[in-house]
């Protein structure tokens, strides 16, 4: 493959998808839910150009403040669960950034990726296997499972651009794979301007050399032989990204970490490396939050 790295069109090429301006939904639905306490809530179905349904939930406090955020779950091997946990509704309270975010003043929208609680595949008693299939399938097809995350982020996204009331500025969170999902998406898709990505960053070559069995979005045909997950990160330009990140995080080995922040360009980036593991302490959540509330219009 030709390396471009450092150009959102590379990115594009590498997971083999049209603009992102360009991926809409065929259609949308929405129907009101009980609030939580003052922010309201939502149930959105955005249904696909490739035939798929995304259900999302949308949590709007009582005065936004111009940001909308779409906050993408943790995987965890846990697949009966995704975007629920990200509002607050089960799971792991530390878990709950959607829900955190709507209560600073943000719109939030939490789709579940595929595989993931009302996408799960029912193929196989297990999960992780449907996954892998799934992955493989893709693969065999010239795609990757990656390319259809990115894929769907990207038919929020003009969703979010085009439906009245919710213009503003975009951003993307999320934690683990949510956090792998969110840094595609800044390199694919320049109108998300600001994001966070929580224990979600590393290199396929540090992965390879730690013998980690990541999920398998990761491995993307072409991403390794063109400059790794750094060309990624050199593809974002005029935005603005936070990465925290675990000093002892046994799924991103720091090696891995450094050399995808080597690869930001100056400006673009802002680094919080903390003292644990795999996880979103409650700082790290204050300083995500901050980061969207601050964003400059």
Known sequence: ???????????????????PELLRPAAVRRCPLDPVGSIALERVEVDTSDGDTVPCLLLSPEAPAGRTVIAVHQHAGKFSIGKSEVAGLCGDPSMAYGFRLAERGVRVLIPDLIGFE???RGWSPAGADDEQLDALMRIAQGSSLQAKHAKDIATLTTWLVEEPGMAGILGIMGHSLGGQVALFSLAFDARLSVGVVSCGLGTVASFAS???KHNPAWFVPGLEAAG??????RALHGQKVLVTAG????WFPVIGVRAVLAGFGPGVCDTHLFDGGHELPAEMMELACSHFVDAIS
């Open 1 to 19: 493959m030709e390396n471009l790295s450092g150009n959102r069109e590379w990115v594009r090429r590498l997971l083999g998808l049209e603009s």
């Open 210 to 212: 730690h013998r980690i």
């Open 228 to 233: 790794d997950v750094p060309a990624l990160a």
């Open 247 to 250: 000093s002892a995080d046994p």
């Open 118 to 120: 009302e996408r799960q």
